[in-house]
């Protein structure tokens, strides 16, 4: 053997440390992520609230078999009288919207429930139309003649008399809008929003007011900037942008860049599924009823611009008749639960990535403990203790061989400082020590390595859960979160961190030892930015592993001390 196993191992987890951190360099520094690449965000100047509305390029054909090939319309200015445009805001126990007249659109959202992180005495938008801003959910009609423009999201729309807010005792309100005769077609949209609900059901009744049968198709569509969502942090990385799920592909997220690229590759047909606006703790999404025919498109509607959307044809409808197509509309938190109950593979949104099979149930564990604490905080305390239980023969393995390792450090100490001018006996001299002391010089990282995936896992459970958005643990730290505001957790992080260092074992090799105490205070450094509650857990963790390794090395008759680090 040439070369000393845990130099090999620590060398591996230095590297990866480095590409880590190589990749957040990246990232804070506007550029796609080089090893590990999320969400590429365009930071071109986001256009005026009003190119949303502008004419936009054609869509992708249709490949509905009762229409003709169509296009989202560029919005050609109506020969009807223009109604007067205005916006209606409409409240509830969990939402204030706002609708524009123009198309019935929805332009703004409020989420009184979860606060603005820069101002907390205002609830959070996500839907917003202004010159900085531009995300808004529109829906429309595309006609299957050519030269025939139907109502779309451009089209004057009349809004019908009703309450605005809904009121105590009332469990339910009605927001309708009314297109005027346009094509031989008029177009009524109507929301409706539930006490307690971010998602409402949206109606559009298609009437054929003229001597001929039609045969239109609907649109839903969601439009969006490409910028990062304000405050988002730079030294992690969440995704934003549009996301697609149907049951054959499942779920498929997709960056701007790769729509800018035209490298978009998706499921474009299905009868089930719902289209999408990712970010972090919050969505939005369109749901069509299953076995509806749908087209799916995503598709870049101006410089900085994007959108995905859905197109369903309607079944031909006869003058003087009327088609009705049921939809929902969601706008909110990624609240797992009300996810799940909302649509098949909704909950997807909230994205766990490949560590999905066991974030999944760490987090049912985490919700289940704080419906009983009712404290975040002391609930993900709680979870790491349980998974300190659950794994606490493994890590008593690792800390026993650990002890084993300290016992026997100063017969290696010795050995290599007798034979440093010989290093391939003096190899076989530290592999005859291991065999004679019974050591296994991996038996104390295999049993740590198998929890790592959990403990991954458990990270990204913490960094996704809106819960943690606002909530507070104690004292000081009132959003799990935001960065503990006076960085009292990264330096009780760290500086548990390099206590556990100092339980551990020298190694023999000084450049080995050297890297053992750099390693802790690289990644303080990022932990000093992180959510409190991701900096949480991993104080608990390093306190009750230091506990376990206390009394084991107790037990075993290796009495606590610290190798703390020479600088030569």
């Not at 845990?6 to 987890?13: D, G, N, P």
């Not at 369903?312 to 006869?318: D, G, H, N, Q, V």
């Not at 104390?444 to 859960?465: D, E, K, R, T």
């Amino acid at each position: 053997m040439n070369n000393d196993i845990r130099r090999t191992i620590l060398w591996v987890i230095f590297g990866f440390t480095m590409v880590l951190l190589w990749d957040q360099w990246q990232v804070f520094n506007g550029h796609k992520a080089t090893f590990f690449p999320t969400s590429a965000h365009t930071e071109a100047k986001t256009p005026a609230a009003a190119t949303a509305n502008s004419a936009t390029p054609p869509l992708p054909v249709s490949s509905a078999p009762v229409t003709a090939p169509g296009a989202v319309p560029v919005g050609a200015p109506s020969t009807t009288p223009a109604a007067r445009r205005e916006q209606v805001q409409v409240t509830t126990d969990v939402l204030s919207l706002t609708f524009d007249s123009e198309g019935g659109s929805l332009i703004h959202s409020v989420f009184g429930k979860y606060k603005d992180m820069a101002h907390k005495d205002q609830g959070f938008v996500l839907l917003d139309e202004s010159p900085n801003r531009v995300y808004l959910a529109q829906t429309g009609l595309i006609s299957s003649t050519p030269g025939v423009t139907l109502p779309t999201h451009k089209t004057p729309m009349t809004v019908a008399p009703g309450e605005r807010t809904l009121k105590d005792g009332q469990n339910e309100l009605q927001v309708k809008f009314e297109s005027a005769d346009l094509g031989g077609v008029k177009l009524v949209k109507t929301y409706t929003l539930k006490r307690g609900a971010y998602d409402m059901a949206v109606r559009h009744e298609v009437i054929n007011t003229g001597s001929a049968a039609v045969t239109p198709q609907l649109y839903l569509q969601l439009v969006r900037d490409g910028n990062k969502p304000p405050g988002e942090s730079s030294f992690y990385s969440t995704f934003t942008g549009p996301a697609i799920y149907t049951e054959a592909k499942k779920y498929q997220k997709i960056e701007f860049k790769d729509i800018e690229n035209n490298k978009v590759d998706v499921e474009k047909h299905a009868t089930n599924g719902y289209v999408a606006m990712v970010q972090h703790y919050f969505a939005s999404a369109w749901i069509l009823g299953n076995g509806l025919q749908r087209d799916l498109f995503l598709r870049k509607v101006d410089n900085n611009l994007y959108a995905v959307g859905l197109i369903t044809p309607l079944e031909s409808i006869a003058p003087g008749a009327s088609k009705t197509i049921e939809s929902k509309f969601f706008v909110g938190p990624q609240e797992e639960k009300v996810l799940e109950a909302l649509a098949p593979g909704l909950e997807l949104v909230k994205d766990y990535g490949w560590l999905t099979i066991l974030a999944k149930p760490l987090y049912w564990l985490l919700d289940k403990l704080h419906g009983f604490i009712q404290n975040w905080g002391w609930s993900i305390v709680a979870l790491v203790l349980l998974l300190k239980i659950a794994f606490y023969w493994l890590n008593a393995k690792a800390y026993a061989s650990m002890a084993k390792m300290k016992a026997i450090n100063p017969k290696i100490v010795e050995m290599r400082a007798r034979l440093k001018d010989k290093p391939q006996e003096m190899q076989q001299q530290m592999m005859k020590i291991y065999r004679e002391e019974k050591v296994n010089p991996m038996g104390g990282c295999f049993p740590i390595m198998i929890q790592i995936p959990v403990f991954i896992a458990l990270y990204w459970v913490l960094l996704s859960s809106v819960e943690m958005r606002n909530a507070p643990w104690i004292g000081w730290i009132h959003d799990l979160s935001s960065p503990d505001p006076f960085f009292i957790l990264p330096v009780v992080m760290t500086l548990t961190t390099l206590l556990q260092t100092a339980l551990n074992p020298a190694p023999p090799d000084p450049m080995q030892a050297k890297m053992m105490w750099f390693m802790p205070l690289i990644f303080s450094v990022m932990f000093f930015f992180f959510p409190a509650g991701l900096v949480l857990y991993w104080i608990t963790n390093n306190i009750l592993s230091i506990a376990q390794q206390w009394v084991i090395n107790t037990r075993m008759g290796v009495p606590p001390q610290f190798n703390l680090p020479k600088f030569k």
